[in-house]
């Protein structure tokens, strides 16, 4: 609250300002502040059939928004070609600045320097970062390029704060596997699955479970299938802003952060792709029937009462009225659910999009015939250490005379010596010092710097991953069904039963939407690539709930020990297994666990 104006001028003043403020009119309301230049703001618009859908994510990654913790290590990079420490680049410095390629691979934790092996006993060939313009990044001609101008380059490209990838042709095999779903759980073949069916559906599937590890997975159901191919990923940058190429293939715009807030320099165009989409007559504007927003909604926005929204209107839109907020956090994230909706004033065109905890990583949104989940999911962090310790022992092979640099000029000769070609790859960057030498200590902190780049990105991923039975029922998102998500399937399902017949229809399993958010590129093992073509979204979450030694049992990670992995007697398991399931979970764990840390402690 901001304090009377009387207690901060002199008592003589005092009686003329209680005079005029009698008469004069109340001080205009500040400006609105501009809530999408947040840093920690990610817009994504999905392209619905009746309505564009505005969701906004508030990204965090180690607990700072997204975009400044993009900017703190483009800043390690910056500083780390600043040679002179005078914190700006000259000419020289600039000249090895990586190109927007090299950056993102260095993000994406890529550490090749673009060196491609040959094999046939050919050297690598080293294809080279290409040089940046200087006049590309000293913007203000002032001969210096400043970190703002570093990261201006940047920010707009796919090397930028957030970059998104969708993945196609997912929802195919998705379909088959639903197809056979309902193939195999559709007992009585009346073209519908029932809530007894559904109970029934862990002893129908025990079939498929190849490998018996009391789970049955995508690949599993569908190993006599032909191969339908695969999901082919789609980047989605906000530099590639003329996006009507890419409508065609998937149904969403990422919007572009501004380089300063209260800005439209790259939300307008957005707002003119986006109502290029829904103005069917090409009146440059649309109406209440063709955009689909709500009464109250389309009637804040059309302040001149005209009966419909044109750019202005959309980009105020787009900045001010999401019609979903969630906030995920990233990597080392402390308090509370890494993916939650916040709190937001009362606001009648979010009532119809209530996000719900769909997992415990996720959030899903009912959109009539979609369902939308939005899912936080860990990175796959490469196994990069192998690849430093392979240059350090290049290093130490090309380093014969034991003087612990080497030089330039000696390099160059070896152009056939596959470590010398390695190491010629990343020497200008390495070198600090400029002097033509490269110590191993001037190579290690060098790796140790780039490694350290990597997941500096946060990355969407979204997926269309058709009408998913599948994914409804694969609550914990490991492109597995287990033994407690199939009992738990009428749950899951009972929803969509629309008429209340006691069964759900084919036609009613609505198609999955998931936008996956991880920081850098999402967790990969076999089981999420095999699913990813059979149009699952397979994530990986670390374990946190439960003692360390249901965690350690709980071999196939489904949440649940079964007294196959009980590594107990009998008699045990069924003490704990308080509700006679046949499974413990994480609460009858944490309940024996209590019990009998109770019971030494007495």
């Not at 500083?79 to 390629?101: Q, S």
């Not at 990069?384 to 000029?409: H, I, M, S, W």
Request: hydrophobic fraction near 40%; include cysteine.
């Amino acid at each position: 609250m901001s304090r009377p104006v009387f207690l901060c001028v002199p008592l003589s003043a005092l009686l003329v300002l209680i005079g005029l403020s009698w008469n004069q009119a109340a001080e205009p309301p500040p400006k609105p502040t501009d809530p999408g230049s947040a840093d920690d703001v990610a817009d994504v618009i999905l392209l619905l059939d009746n309505r564009p859908l505005h969701v906004r994510l508030h990204v965090s990654i180690d607990g700072q928004p997204y975009a400044k913790h993009w900017e703190s290590q483009l800043k390690r990079l910056f500083d780390f070609l600043d040679r002179d420490g005078d914190g700006v680049l000259d000419k020289e410095e600039a000249r090895l600045v990586p190109d927007v390629n090299r950056v993102q691979k260095l993000f994406a934790g890529d550490l090749s320097f673009g060196i491609q092996n040959t094999g046939n006993g050919n050297p690598p060939v080293v294809f080279g970062p290409l040089p940046v313009p200087f006049e590309e990044l000293d913007v203000n001609a002032d001969g210096k390029v400043s970190f703002e101008e570093f990261a201006r380059y940047f920010r707009h490209t796919e090397a930028g704060p957030v970059e998104m990838f969708a993945r196609n042709n997912a929802g195919l095999s998705a379909n088959a596997l639903t197809n056979l779903l309902f193939a195999v759980l559709d007992t009585d073949k009346d073209g519908k699955l029932s809530k007894e069916e559904l109970q029934a559906a862990e002893k129908m599937l025990h079939q498929f479970d190849a490998n018996d590890d009391e789970l049955v997975s995508a690949s599993e159901l569908l190993a006599d299938t032909p191969n339908r191919g695969q999901a082919n990923m789609v980047g989605l940058f906000p530099g590639n802003l003329l996006p009507g190429k890419i409508f065609s293939q998937v149904p969403l715009l990422l919007v572009p952060r501004e380089d300063a807030p209260r800005q439209v320099a790259y939300r307008m165009p957005a707002a003119k792709e986006l109502l290029a989409q829904y103005d069917k007559d090409k009146k440059q504007q649309v109406s209440a029937a063709q955009i689909g927003f709500p009464k109250e909604l389309f009637e804040r926005l059309d302040t001149g009462n005209a009966g419909s929204l044109g750019a202005k209107e959309m980009a105020r839109w787009l900045i001010f009225h999401p019609d979903v907020e969630l906030v995920v956090r990233l990597g080392r994230s402390p308090g509370g659910d890494r993916v939650q909706a916040p709190a937001v004033a009362d606001d009648k065109a979010k009532e119809s999009f209530a996000p719900r905890k769909s997992s415990e990583n996720a959030l899903a949104v009912a959109l009539d015939t979609i369902q939308m989940s939005v899912v936080r999911t860990e990175s796959q962090y490469p196994q990069n250490q192998p690849v430093k310790a392979q240059y350090l022992q290049q290093f130490k092979e090309l380093d014969k005379t034991r003087r612990g640099y080497l030089r330039l000029v000696d390099l160059q000769k070896l152009d056939k010596d596959p470590n010398a070609v390695t190491i010629l790859a990343l020497f200008a960057l390495a070198d600090r010092e400029g002097n033509g030498k490269l110590t191993e200590k001037a190579l290690t902190d060098f790796l140790d710097l780039m490694l350290s780049l990597h997941g500096s990105q946060a990355r969407l991923t979204f997926a269309d991953n058709g009408q998913s039975l599948f994914e409804i029922l694969d609550t914990n998102r490991d492109g597995q069904l287990s033994v407690r998500e199939l009992r738990n399937g009428w749950k899951r399902l009972e929803e969509f039963d629309r008429g209340q017949k006691g069964g759900v229809l084919r036609a009613e399993i609505p198609r999955q939407w998931q936008l996956l958010v991880s920081q850098g590129a999402p967790f990969q093992n076999q089981n999420a690539v095999a699913g990813a073509n059979f149009g699952v979204s397979v994530v990986q979450s670390v374990p946190t709930r439960g003692p360390l030694w249901f965690r350690k049992m709980d071999v196939n990670n489904d949440g649940d020990v079964s007294e196959r992995e009980f590594l107990g007697s009998r008699a045990d398991f069924q003490k704990i297994d308080a509700d006679g399931d046949g499974l413990i979970g994480v609460e009858e764990a944490e309940k024996a666990d209590a019990w009998f840390r109770e019971k030494m402690r007495k």
